[in-house]
């Protein structure tokens, strides 16, 4: 059945319409006309699969990955109209998450600097084959299907060399234990280090040993082992430092195995630049920087304020966040050890004059939320990567606080991704 594509929705869905009532397919730029299959004819619209391109659009380019589909969708498209696709999606997510009449916030969306070789880190899964093993993505929305991968050209140049190097000396026997491999980059000294997940870690130090023959050819500081136990996940070191050490407006991070830090460095410095702007430090400001994870945001911002406090509650982060305030020698960042929802009221009893929020994918609590609009504070910034859960609890919050501005920023090129930053300003009483 031919269907004319209207636009891209958020995540990464072709909507047409067929009959007045709304088709989805997994493929399709707006503008051109795709033939599908339907797969699932539901209440509320059709689920269908893209089975060719009838009429191409001018924006419709060659992908470079072939496991494109698994790892990066929006290869099939050029740049500029990803952006306009992604600013368009933002606009779109907000005008349904606000509340009725309130004023939509003006949009920008910040381009990546780098398009290609931008992530500092990846992880694939290792698949077994007759004398050895394959690399693959998981394909989208499936824990069972792969898409096999020689290299990828999101990541730089020596992190797929590394990754071919591991992939030639994986042999079945002890790496059978292995299901997945990452590397971590970074972008400052360009160290790598490899993680190994592991079922059990009883061969492990025998992979150690093969993985260390491969220092005189990469850059690589450590190989590290993460194996699950009933207590969480166990570190094994395997030989060299567990970390690597990355740099981002003036402060230095340590990223350890299990560790957050965001994939696109180049990006990370305009982010950071933003929000030092919004909140005008004087050095005067006491901060609490929620979810702060590592201390990339909080760390910082440390050096303009007079107070940091970073709430982090997963304990590998905790570890690092330590060490980073220790490296960057942030006498005035304290760490809240715990969940944002445990400690915010405190936070707010002890008057903060900004909130940093940098919450998971699923957003805030009603119960954090109640209390930043019971006890509102002068500026918040919430930087979020689903701007779904984003739009909600910007609406929920419009009773205590006006939008300045929603900025998105492009830290994924050619994937449907999209970071977003919000700008708060308490709203005046009476108005």
Known sequence: MPLRIEKIVYPGKSLGREGGKVVLTDEGLPGELVEIAVLKDKKNFVEAGTISILERSAARIEPRCAHYRACSSYQCIE????????????????????????????VEIAASPRIWGYRNKIRLRLLKKDDGFQLAYHQPASLHRFAEVDSCFLVPEDTNALLAAVRETAKPGAWEDVEEIEIKRSALTGEMLIILHAVTGTRLSEIGTVLGELRGRFRIIGAVGLIPTEKGIKEARLWGRNFIEDKAAGAFFFIGPQSFFQV????????????????????????????????????????????????????????????????????????CEGSSAEWIEELLDRGMDAVILDPPRRGLEPGLIGHLLKKPVPRIAYLSCNPTTLARDLGRLLSGYNIESVRGYDFFPHTPHIETLAFLRRAKRGG
Request: aromatic share 4%.
């Open 79 to 106: 740049y500029v109209t990803q952006l306009e696709i992604k600013k368009a999606q933002l606009k779109e997510i907000l005008g349904h998450g606000l509340k009725r009449g309130a004023t939509e916030p003006a």
């Open 264 to 335: 696109n460095a180049g990006l990370l410095e305009s982010v950071l630049g933003d929000i030092r702007a919004f909140l005008e430090l004087s050095g005067q400001e006491t901060i609490a920087d929620l979810f702060c994870g590592i201390g990339t945001l909080g760390l910082a911002l440390a050096p303009r304020a007079r107070e940091v406090y970073g709430v982090e509650s997963e304990a590998a982060s905790v570890v690092d966040l330590k060490r980073n305030i220790q490296r960057n020698k942030a006498g005035n960042f304290s760490v």
